[in-house]
């Protein structure tokens, strides 16, 4: 049972153009969540979180959104640049699992941005 | 300032072989977590580690062992590896606190059992 769901396995864009990624979760117990970008043979890096308290939450050409009634949430990219290739993976955790921050993945998007 | 340092890098092993991967954090973070990356089913959870004495099972811990050396060292092992645990394993760290601090990743082991 899939928790975190990104159903786009890849996304292609221009440069310059936005890039949007989706995530949808299941587990309505979740209220924080974050984006992670993974180059090949590195670990994943944090990018940018929300908490279910925002709707919204932006750093420079990041900005991720939520809906909680949908339980959805995209990251947006703008403008796009070459060095945004990459995957995006999105992930959540539930508030009151302690001192842990265990979180829940989703599948990954890869983006490629073109010339 | 290295972050989290997973030794070995690759690794092949043969079904029935035992191994332990290695990871070391330098920014004092009190907990440390393993989790392996599959095709299509992103990363999962084997084990963490809250604090320094204290582990916890994951998603997945099924085959695996883990010992929380120090508050610095966080090692899986894999007692009799077999071919469905070969994957990418990544060691994460982070600071414990009310503001789910994001976790920071080490650069992997990649693990083939044949």
């Known amino acids: 049972d899939q928790q975190v769901k990104q159903n786009s396995p890849s996304l292609s864009v221009q440069e310059g153009r936005i890039s949007i990624l989706n995530c949808d979760y299941t587990?309505?117990?979740?209220?924080?969540f974050l984006w992670y970008k993974k180059y090949p043979a590195e670990g994943p890096t944090f990018l940018i979180s929300?908490?279910?308290?925002?709707d919204k939450n932006e750093d420079g050409r990041f900005t991720v959104f939520l809906n909680k009634s949908a339980k959805h949430l995209s990251l947006h990219i703008v403008p796009s640049q070459p060095g945004d290739s990459a995957v995006y993976f999105c992930?959540?955790?539930?508030?009151?699992?302690?001192?842990?921050?265990?979180?829940?993945f989703g599948t990954g998007t890869r983006l490629q941005v073109t010339l | 300032n290295a972050g989290v340092t997973q030794t070995p890098k690759f690794q092949v092993l043969k079904t029935g072989q035992s191994m332990t991967l290695q990871c070391a954090q330098d920014m004092n973070h009190n907990s440390m977590y393993w989790y392996r990356q599959d095709p299509g089913m992103g990363l999962r959870l084997i084990y963490y580690?809250?604090?320094?004495?204290?582990?916890d099972k994951g998603e997945v811990p099924n085959g695996y062992n883990v010992s929380r050396l120090n508050k610095r060292e966080f090692s899986l092992r894999l007692e009799s590896a077999a071919p469905s645990q070969t994957s990418v394993y990544f060691c994460a760290s982070s600071e414990v606190g009310l503001n789910n601090s994001p976790l920071h990743f080490g650069n992997g082991t990649r693990l083939t059992v044949t």
């Open positions: 580690s809250a604090s320094e004495g204290t582990t």
């Open positions: 992930a959540a955790s539930a508030h009151g699992t302690g001192t842990a921050s265990k979180l829940t």
């Open positions: 929300i908490s279910s308290i925002k």
């Open positions: 587990n309505s117990m979740f209220d924080y």
